[in-house]
Nanobody
Framework: QVQLVESGGGLVQPGGSLRLSCAAS????????MGWYRQAPGKQRELVAV???????DYADDVKGRFTISKDNAKYTVYLQMNNLKPEDTAVYYC?????????WGQGTQVTVSS
């Protein structure tokens, strides 16, 4: 079992920044992949960013150059640094982890970008 707890969401103005954190209940050193999805009202959940156990990262096209995913193995934590936020980034952001064949999810954290 892997428990994931997100934090760091909130209300920010367009152009602002937020850093999301995802704290795992177990070591993340060897977890195959972890990352972030988001779901806006009335839309399907979409992949935002992923980080693999070897440190390789990948991003959705609309966040490339603005978002950065990273991890701290010693703190069992994955981060999502979000810069130059836009209103269309407004969504609930979910952390996920895939250690083997099963996917674990966090409870989600709301990010609202509005003036």
């Amino acid at each position: 079992q892997v428990q994931l707890v997100e934090s760091g969401g909130g209300l920010v103005q367009p152009g602002g920044s937020l850093r999301l954190s995802c704290a795992a209940s177990v070591s993340i050193f060897s977890i195959n992949r972890m990352g972030w999805y988001r779901q806006a009202p009335g839309k399907q959940r979409e992949l935002v960013a992923v980080i693999f156990s070897n440190g390789h990262t990948d991003y959705a096209d609309d966040v490339k150059g603005r978002f950065t995913i990273s991890k701290d193995n010693a703190k069992y934590t994955v981060y999502l640094q979000m810069n130059n936020l836009k209103p269309e980034d407004t969504a609930v952001y979910y952390c996920y982890a895939v250690p083997m064949m099963r996917t674990y999810w966090g409870q989600g954290t709301q990010v609202t970008v509005s003036s």
